[in-house]
């Protein structure tokens, strides 16, 4: 029972910043329709940015600091990049992005090398904040799960119950009315960019000091975080919500409790082969759940997209 | 015997420019054997020739790797350029041809009485077999769901290879030996030379093959399901089940370059599955230019080069390689072939030789101010990462103190001057394009 609870709130911590990242990707996505695959690149330059100014005035400085400049870049890569090649379409916008994200990984590795940075949770921090049965919870994920509620709850607040989220809203779905009521939607468009991006660069710079600050960090999470935005239904910030949180607990499950194929395939009634050392399916019936708990949400999203094509919460095919 | 024809039309009719509409196959030469025949017979005499030219190994290596990667980039230009479908992890479907023809490699009593060179159709089935499997529920769509499902399949596929040790060989992958195979015509492949000319040979037929298959109906439908598929629904094509021929025909491929990879190397791993390998392959063919089928071929030689001979001359290939990608992505996004094709309508006017001097004095400053650049930037990284009191950097076969002003004085010069004389002569040689591609005046 407290091993569930230690999972539980594990998992959460994990779903709330997959969360955070995929908010801004879906953001991102609904304004302009392409999956922006640099957008774990922007989270690993929150995280090295953050890092590089905690060495002069300290970590609260850096969760100011870094997520803005990580905004204002990816609203230049916006503006110069592209605003410009949308003109060619979709796909070359999202080849653009898979070509950005390549860049920034090489640009990484050129100003601080291949080696993890030493960027560590702040003292103040750095304490037990409470022990379930000898399991002790770091006072630093209670901070990030209220970190990233808190954004949520933000966001949410913003677009729904502001002006400006209307009319960000408004721009996503029919840009050219909104333009004719006197709004500059390119300028929205390069907003909402920059949004999206500083809260990848937020996401960086409270998951450094937890899961590393190495140049293959936005490789780690490039990939899952599609896979989030996909399950959750493209576009659906609720969805995003709920698919990070499901996946969160899934893997923090699958990976804390030894689930043996051989014992699932006994459970529903196959019997272990009897010379299992020759058989060709060796491996299939030798697999256990921490095995393959990095892989389980891709198997998730694979099989949302055969049966229901538009995530869960996605209302739009594609 | 004289053209029936030829006075009805008036004297001379090729070599005026008139306002006739001239068919789009006639423009091409099309019907006409030599054109259709002609590049393929070049292409042929070159990789004859190439191994007279380069005679030791490694270079024989990289032509090897070059020829790979043709096939490779063939195969996925099918599906992205030709069908419009952007996949992010067709790396899976070269990787297992080439694991399965690793594991008959390993067949002993069945190797032994199996000529080597029809391996890759082996490879090009387990890929094919592999393709229709995913196929049948990823080609549903074009957009962003089959994007989304080939990059989980790949990832998917890619995470087995660490499980699934049986198949995949686990983290130090699968190795085999491909001299056990029988002897064809008594060639038992021990030689660099002898693995070449197979894997060349098998280039030209996967060449020709994909090529005659962007020409059946179904190749041709692919192109018309990419640009709009409700019409081609409305003229009784299944979107779908074009896409999925196209699908399979390019796994089949991509299964043959993974063959010939096992051939080459004797060894296959994970990293031949995984979503980097897919990437490269999209760069690869994107570099080249997805608009024509000879862009991924180009693409495949010109990036080979890159990563063999630049990556032996600075640890920075891959950021250099980078800035080119998204630089074609912003500024060319036809690739290299778009840029080859874009003098076709001066040749053809006949005054692509008013080019000649506008470009070298636009681009001769122009790779100065790169190569300038290149320095700047190969003495930031090494005054960042190189060991302590390691001073001396060598570039452009000149070695000095990267903690002096003078090299970093010179070279910024030659970036500025550089940099600065392109955008000087930019406009002159933008006036020199349009004129070189307008018809009429003086030629």
Redesign the interface.
């Known amino acids: 029972m407290d091993l569930i609870l230690v999972n539980l709130i594990d998992g959460l911590v994990t779903g709330l910043l997959l969360f955070m990242l995929s908010a801004g990707l879906t953001l991102i996505f609904s304004m302009m329709g392409v ?1 922006n695959f640099a957008h774990a690149s922007f989270y690993m330059l929150g995280a090295y940015f953050a890092y590089q100014i905690s060495l002069a005035l300290g970590f609260w400085m850096g969760l100011l600091i870094a997520p803005l400049i990580v905004g204002v870049l990816g609203a230049g890569v916006e503006r110069y ?1 592209l605003r ?2 949308h003109q ?1 379409g ?3 916008e ?3 992005t ?3 994200a ?2 920034i990984e ?2 990484v ?3 601080w ?1 291949k080696n993890q940075m030493p960027y560590d949770v702040p003292d103040i921090l750095n304490f037990t904040a409470f022990a379930i049965s000898g399991n002790s919870i770091p006072a630093y994920k209670i901070f990030m799960i209220f970190i990233s509620v808190g954004i949520f709850i933000g966001l949410l607040l913003i677009l729904t119950r502001t002006r400006v989220g209307m009319i960000i809203q408004a721009a996503l779905s029919y840009p050219r009315t909104v333009e004719a009521l006197g709004h500059n939607v390119p300028l929205i468009f390069m907003g909402v960019f920059g949004v999206g991006t500083a809260l990848a660069g937020v996401a960086g710079v409270i998951a450094g000091p937890v899961l590393g600050t190495f140049p293959g960090m936005a490789f780690v999470l490039g ?1 899952i975080v ?2 989030t935005i ?1 399950i959750g239904g ?1 576009g659906s910030l609720w969805g995003a919500l709920v698919a990070s949180l499901l996946i969160g607990w899934i893997t923090t499950f699958a990976k804390s409790y030894n689930v043996e194929m051989e014992t699932i395939l006994n459970t529903i009634g196959l019997s272990t082969p009897e010379n299992l050392d020759e058989n ?1 399916f ?3 019936w030798a ?1 256990t759940s921490p ?2 708990a ?2 389980i949400p ?2 998730l ?2 099989l949302i ?2 049966f229901r ?1 538009q995530g869960l919460f996605g209302k739009r095919d ?1 | 015997m004289s053209d029936p024809y030829q006075d009805t039309k008036g004297a001379e009719p090729k070599k005026q420019i008139t306002t006739r509409q001239v068919p789009a196959s006639e423009r091409m030469g099309a019907g006409s054997f030599i054109m259709t025949i002609a590049p393929w017979v070049v292409a042929s005499a070159i990789l004859m020739f190439l191994p007279v030219v380069f005679t030791n190994n490694s270079a024989l290596t990289i032509m090897n790797q070059m020829s790979i990667t043709i096939i490779f980039a063939l195969a996925y230009n099918m599906l ?1 350029g030709q069908g ?1 479908m ?1 996949s992010f992890g067709h790396a899976v479907y070269a990787g297992v041809g080439g694991f399965a023809c690793m594991h008959i490699m390993n067949m002993s009593d069945f190797f032994a009485s199996f000529p080597l060179p029809l391996l890759p159709i082996f490879g090009g089935l387990f890929g094919m077999g592999l393709a229709m499997i995913v196929g049948a ?2 080609t ?2 074009a ?3 089959f ?3 080939s ?3 790949g ?2 596929i890619a ?2 290879s660490v ?5 995949f060989g686990g983290e130090e992958g699968v190795s085999g030996n491909r001299t056990y195979a029988q002897p064809f015509f008594g060639v038992e492949f021990l030689q660099q030379i002898e693995v070449y000319y197979l894997t060349a040979a098998w280039v030209i037929i996967s060449a020709v093959l994909m090529y005659l298959w962007s020409r059946t109906p179904v190749g041709r439908m692919a192109n018309a399901v990419r640009d709009n598929p409700e019409r081609a629904e409305f003229l009784g094509y299944s979107a779908r089940w074009v896409r999925f021929y196209s699908f399979v025909a390019s796994g089949f491929f991509a299964g043959v370059s993974g063959a010939l990879f096992a051939i080459n190397y004797e060894i296959l791993t994970e990293e031949n599955l995984n ?1 980097t390998s897919s ?1 490269i392959i ?2 690869v063919t ?1 570099l080249g230019g997805v608009g024509f089928f000879f862009g991924p071929i180009i693409g495949a030689v010109a990036f080979t080069l890159l990563q063999t001979v630049l990556s032996l001359q600075t640890e ?1 290939w ?2 250099y ?3 080119l ?2 630089a074609t ?2 500024f060319f ?1 036809g690739g290299l072939a778009g840029l080859i094709m874009m003098h076709v309508p001066a040749f053809k006017l006949g005054k692509a030789r008013l080019l000649i001097v506008p470009y070298l004095k636009t681009f001769v400053p122009g790779l100065i101010g790169v190569f300038g650049l290149a320095a700047l ?1 190969e003495m930031t ?1 090494h005054v ?2 190189s060991a302590q009191g390691d001073n001396d950097i060598t570039v452009y076969w000149t070695t000095f103190d990267t903690h002096s002003a003078l090299p970093w004085i010179l070279f910024g010069a030659m970036a500025l001057i550089g940099l600065g004389l392109v955008r000087a002569t930019a406009g002159s040689l933008r006036e020199a394009w349009n004129s070189a591609n307008t018809a009429g005046g003086a030629a």
């Open positions: 999956l990049g410009r090649v060619y979709h796909v070359p999202l080849i653009f898979f070509g950005l390549l860049l090489e640009l590795q050129f100003i090398g990939s599609f896979v996909v493209l060709i060796r491996d299939f697999l095995q393959i990095d892989i891709y198997i999203m694979v997209l055969i094509p594609s | 992205l419009g952007l529920f990823s549903r769509s957009g962003t769901v994007a989304m499902i990059l989980g399949v990832e998917l995470a087995c499980i699934i040790v049986a198949f979503t990437g999209l760069l994107f920075l891959a950021f390689a980078g800035v990608f998204v992505v912003m996004p930037v990284f960042r990462h």
